[in-house]
């Protein structure tokens, strides 16, 4: 009764027998041993579990595995390139906007989905886009602190010509 | 070298593994041979057990065994801190057993459990499992519970009635409400709040049939403790036979401090098994119904006094609601932790606290970050509020007029409030409070806010400002008054903490404490390079295991900056002796002759004569050649039992406006100024304020768990309970005053509750300061846009 997909996850093709009922973020949990995406609630209220499917950002507990098939996925283990942290990561980590670390992968993932699609957001845009995502250590303070860092590293970058030193 | 690491804003040492999703908590964790338990749960909040079936759950796939309560031969589950204190201990405890026999008393209670070879597998099995219920009539409400005609719970408490404690002067404060020119009187209601921590609670219970050994990985504040309670309360297994580690914590908020059943259940099971490892990991929905709630209070509070401000005495009566059953420290939280702090900041010359634990058919109440302090500051801040209102005067003046003045200090509440039973008593060690209180009133334009006000309503809102100058007492605490015997929580509560210097010069500092986020990888590697003058990535922090770890109390209760620090500085200062000896030794001179620089060794006068503490490490690992009588290794253990508590305090107030068409309350400005003593990094401390702020805000606002009258939870998920969102809340606005501790080396505080001890009653003042002008004196918490409106309505005397 498993039911065969494929899925292309951080880069990389990955065949998969799944039973129909499992979701995605337990095929990710489990059968690829990605944990970094997490499990906090049972109503997709949390955000924990947010990846990026086909470049949006979806909550993982709320999509079948089977619902995935063909689609690429990516996981907060696949955001860093060429190991260097993705200025997000970069940004959470410079202006503390983690604590107990269990909702930062979901919400770094939420807020890369916001930067895909607005450069420069207020804070209230920021607010907004990660309102799907439960942060109960940080106030959520110093994560829209970090967006906003990490919003205004990429605009640097974006305006430098690759190879500039700026 | 390194002395600019202590007090700086270092970014913290855990976050690479967690920023790249890395880190390692419960569910991450998967053994060879791993089971999975799921748990049958009480659909009902009161019922008797009639029998269960399981014979069709034991036949379903996967499944490899099934439980009851019948099965396990445990003890039920300990509880620790009985607070009897002047009203004497009572012999009425009732705790959950690791799965219920005869009877349920709230939903959620644990009555069956399967093991099985997949988690949907328990799941599907749990299904079939058969009980026969007699359902009883169910009480939530804790005042309720203790008339006449409620339903009773328990056969050892009549009235449903754990404990009446008292403290504080009885006849004096009757004296001084006799002759008060003013008195006001008030029914509040603390309402019950759920954790929520993003990780759920979850246990890896393991047995080694070869050593007859147990291991449990458990989402846990307090490994050591636990460990022992487990053995020595409810297993009857030696206490050296199990090993308890906690994982990386999703945040916990007190939660995770206390025992539950399905620990000793899943250590059960694994040994019932055959060793194979069984793992449970807790849904939302059970951390609902089964890890511990907080607060859920019901207080009559009357407040004596002068028409010129000056408070005279303080009288609260209060019904503290702690469930169907005990939790682990249940008792302490509205006694020790509330009773006892209840006059707050201000020289309130007559307190008196009564304190009526109830038993109700609703999960049990624990310490939800700030534990008792919160529920003492909303009662005393909105006092104040409520007493100034009465006599007309000016919020912050009415405060001012009452503080306990600079001089004043270490202060001893002349009720006796610090005092326990046995004589034992803490001090307020030190405190100035009107410098937080000018500093945050200045912010906020406080003088102008009428105009404020004025402009708002021009714009259809109601605008009000609240203050909250609390007083917290934490850095817990000292073990003879913490641990008080029959009143305090039977055990010490000092600290430990083991540094040892290896070959290499590297330094591995050991810790009886447990973070749950608080960035203690990075806090004590700063102090401990600040101590050693060795470089923080020089120095690993451990701690979280039972085996390698010194016996520790855990972390909770802002005790890690206080407690938890200090043994590490000591257990520093053995290193630099030992260290100071053998580098005389290496120097051919005298120990007294030999200044200690950062991480030289130097011999006075001679500046080239120097031996580092690498140097010193290397050569007395080895201990080729020590001197006469010294052993080798650079190893070193502290314990620390604090002589004090500590006493952080400050001036939060929080701006709201109100939709009048809507009831809506927009927090649209918090102004926090915290003396919370020195810093050891500034920017986590920060972080710890926006967090507790955050807590407490939800409290006044949004936040409340709702038991229908049968004791159905109905705000069961994440759905239902008001958790706040990143779009309902302001960027906060801090500043501080340093009063620096005098309890420990560093001057440090703690600053893990602060932010919501205060924050609560600061926005809770500022709802009810904008809806005064309609004549409206009190509204119990939280101010959701339902109650605001309907308040507003019935004001105006329209339909609500």
Same mark, same amino acid.
């Given at each position: 009764m498993a039911e065969h997909i494929s899925l292309v996850v951080n880069g990389q093709q990955r065949e998969l027998d799944v039973e129909p009922r499992r979701l995605l973020v337990q095929v990710l949990r489990e059968d690829l041993n990605l944990t970094g995406t997490h499990i906090g609630c049972d109503t997709s209220q949390c955000g924990a579990c947010t990846v990026h499917v086909d470049g949006q950002a979806v909550k993982s507990c709320a999509m079948l595995a089977v619902q995935a098939d063909g689609s690429a996925v990516r996981t907060i283990e696949g955001l860093a390139s060429d190991g260097e942290l993705h200025p997000l990561q970069a940004a959470f980590?410079?202006?503390?906007?983690?604590?107990?670390?269990?909702?930062?992968?979901?919400?770094?993932?939420?807020?890369?989905?916001?930067?895909?699609? $607005?450069?420069?957001? $207020?804070?209230?845009?920021?607010?907004?886009?990660?309102?799907?995502?439960?942060?109960?250590?940080?106030?959520?303070?110093?994560?829209?602190? %970090?967006?906003?860092?990490?919003?205004?590293?990429?605009?640097?970058?974006?305006a430098t010509p690759a190879g500039g030193t700026a | 070298m390194t002395t600019e690491v202590l007090g700086a804003p270092i970014k913290r040492v855990e976050d690479p593994r967690f920023i790249q999703g890395k880190g390692r908590y419960l569910d991450d964790i998967k053994l060879p041979s791993m089971?999975?338990?799921?748990?049958?749960?009480?659909?009902?909040?009161?019922?008797?057990?009639?029998?269960?079936?399981?014979?069709?759950?034991?036949?379903?796939?996967?499944?490899?065994?099934?439980?009851?309560?019948?099965?396990?031969?445990?003890?039920?589950?300990?509880?620790?801190?009985?607070?009897?204190?002047?009203?004497?201990?009572?012999?009425?405890?009732?705790?959950?057993?690791?799965?219920?026999?005869?009877?349920?008393?709230?939903?959620?209670?644990?009555?069956?459990?399967?093991?099985a070879e997949t988690p949907e597998q328990a799941y599907d099995a749990l299904a079939a499992i058969e009980v026969d219920w007699e359902p009883l009539p169910a009480v939530v409400d804790a005042e309720a519970a203790t008339k006449p005609g409620a339903p009773q719970l328990h056969e050892n408490a009549p009235n449903n009635i754990v404990f009446e404690w008292t403290v504080g002067d009885r006849d004096g404060t009757e004296k001084a409400f006799a002759e008060a020119e003013v008195v006001v009187k008030q029914r509040l209601v603390n309402q019950r709040l759920i954790p929520n921590p993003i990780e759920t609670r979850g246990d890896i219970g393991s047995y080694n049939p070869g050593t007859d050994e147990y291991t449990i990985w458990s989402s846990s504040q307090t490994p050591h403790i636990q460990r022992l309670l487990l053995a020595a309360f409810v297993m009857g297994v030696p206490e050296h036979k199990i090993r308890f580690i906690s994982p990386d914590v999703g945040g916990a908020f007190g939660s995770k401090i206390f025992t539950y059943a399905d620990m000793a259940l899943t250590l059960f099971a694994s040994k019932a098994i055959g060793g194979r490892p069984v793992k449970w990991v807790e849904s939302r929905r059970e951390n609902y119904q089964s890890t511990i709630h907080g607060r859920d209070h019901i207080t009559y509070v009357e407040v004596a006094g002068k028409r010129d401000g000056e408070v005279t005495g303080l009288r609260v009566k209060t019904y503290a609601n702690l469930g169907g059953r005990l939790s682990t420290i249940g008792p302490g939280i509205p006694t020790t932790l509330y009773g006892r702090v209840l006059s707050g900041c201000y020289r309130i010359p007559n307190v008196f606290c009564e304190v009526v634990g109830v038993y109700t058919n609703t999960t049990f109440v624990d310490a939800y970050r700030g534990a008792g302090r919160p529920e003492a500051t909303y009662v005393v801040e909105r006092a104040m509020d409520l007493f100034a209102n009465e006599i007309g005067m000016d919020r912050a003046a009415i405060r001012r007029r009452n503080f306990i003045p600079p001089d004043a200090f270490p202060y001893d509440n002349p009720s006796g409030l610090l005092t326990a039973v046995n004589g034992a008593k803490v001090y307020i060690d030190s405190g100035n409070y009107e410098p937080a209180l000018n500093k945050a009133l200045t912010a906020?334009?406080?003088?102008?806010?009428?105009?404020?006000?004025?402009?708002?309503?021009?714009?259809?809102?109601?605008?009000?400002?609240?203050?909250?100058?609390?007083?917290?007492?934490c850095g817990v605490a000292p073990s003879k008054w913490i641990g008080a015997v029959g009143e305090g929580w039977g055990a010490a509560m000092w600290e430990s903490s083991n540094i040892k210097v290896h070959l290499t010069g590297k330094v591995v500092v050991t810790m009886g404490t447990q973070p749950q986020g608080q960035g203690h990888e990075t806090t004590y590697a700063q102090i401990v390079a600040h101590e050693l003058g060795v470089p923080m990535e020089d120095i690993v922090v451990q701690h979280s295991d039972t085996q390698g770890t010194p016996f520790g109390y855990g972390s909770y209760g802002s005790r890690t900056s206080n407690v938890g620090t200090t043994a590490a500085i000591k257990a520093a200062a053995k290193i630099k002796e030992k260290a100071r000896k053998f580098a005389a030794h290496m120097l051919e001179a005298s120990p007294d002759d030999i200044e200690i620089d950062g991480a030289n060794y130097r011999v006075k006068g001679s500046p080239d004569k120097v031996k580092t503490l690498q140097e010193v490490a290397f050569a007395l690992d080895l201990a080729f050649d020590p001197p006469e009588g010294m052993e080798p290794y650079l190893d070193e253990t502290a314990y620390h039992d604090t002589p004090n508590c500590t006493f952080p305090f400050g001036t939060h107030v929080a701006i709201v406006e109100i939709d009048e068409?809507?009831?809506?309350?927009?927090?649209?400005?918090?102004?926090?100024?915290?003396?919370?003593?020195?810093?050891?990094?500034?920017?986590?401390?920060?972080?710890q304020l926006h967090g507790g702020i955050a807590q407490g805000v939800g409290q006044a606002l949004w936040e409340e768990a709702v038991?229908?009258?049968?004791?159905?939870?109905?705000?069961?998920?994440?759905?239902?309970?008001?958790?706040?969102?990143?779009?309902?809340?302001? $960027?906060?606005? /801090?500043?501080?005053?340093?009063?620096?501790?005098?309890?420990?080396?560093?001057?440090?505080?703690?600053?893990?509750?602060?932010?919501?001890?205060?924050?609560? %009653?600061?926005? %809770?003042?500022?709802?009810?300061?904008?809806?005064?002008?309609?004549?409206?004196?009190? /509204?119990?918490?939280?101010?959701?846009?339902?109650?605001?409106?309907?308040?507003?309505?019935?004001a105006k005397g329209g339909q609500a």
């Open positions: 980590w410079e202006k503390h906007g983690l604590q107990c670390g269990f909702c930062t992968p979901g919400m770094i993932m939420a807020a890369a989905d916001l930067l895909q699609r $607005s450069t420069e957001p $207020s804070d209230d845009e920021i607010r907004h886009a990660i309102e799907g995502n439960f942060c109960r250590c940080t106030g959520y303070h110093n994560i829209v602190a %970090a967006i906003r860092e990490a919003a205004a590293v990429m605009r640097t970058a974006a | 089971t999975h338990l799921a748990i049958l749960r009480s659909p009902y909040a009161h019922a008797n057990i009639k029998g269960v079936d399981t014979s069709a759950a034991r036949a379903m796939p996967g499944v490899v065994a099934v439980f009851t309560g019948a099965d396990i031969p445990y003890n039920p589950l300990p509880m620790a801190w009985p607070a009897g204190g002047a009203s004497k201990l009572q012999n009425n405890v009732s705790t959950p057993r690791v799965l219920a026999t005869d009877s349920v008393k709230w939903t959620g209670e644990g009555v069956a459990a399967v093991v906020v334009n406080y003088y102008g806010i009428e105009k404020a006000k004025d402009e708002a309503r021009r714009r259809g809102k109601l605008l009000g400002v609240g203050l909250s100058t609390y007083l917290e007492i068409e809507t009831g809506e309350v927009d927090l649209v400005r918090y102004v926090a100024v915290d003396d919370v003593g020195n810093k050891i990094n500034p920017m986590i401390v920060d972080g038991y229908d009258n049968d004791g159905q939870l109905l705000s069961g998920t994440m759905m239902d309970y008001a958790l706040p969102r990143a779009s309902w809340l302001p $960027s906060f606005e /801090l500043d501080q005053t340093v009063t620096p501790s005098p309890v420990n080396p560093l001057g440090v505080k703690g600053v893990g509750e602060a932010g919501t001890i205060a924050s609560t %009653a600061a926005v %809770a003042n500022a709802v009810i300061d904008a809806l005064a002008p309609l004549g409206i004196r009190h /509204l119990d918490m939280p101010h959701t846009s339902q109650k605001v409106w309907r308040a507003i309505q019935a």
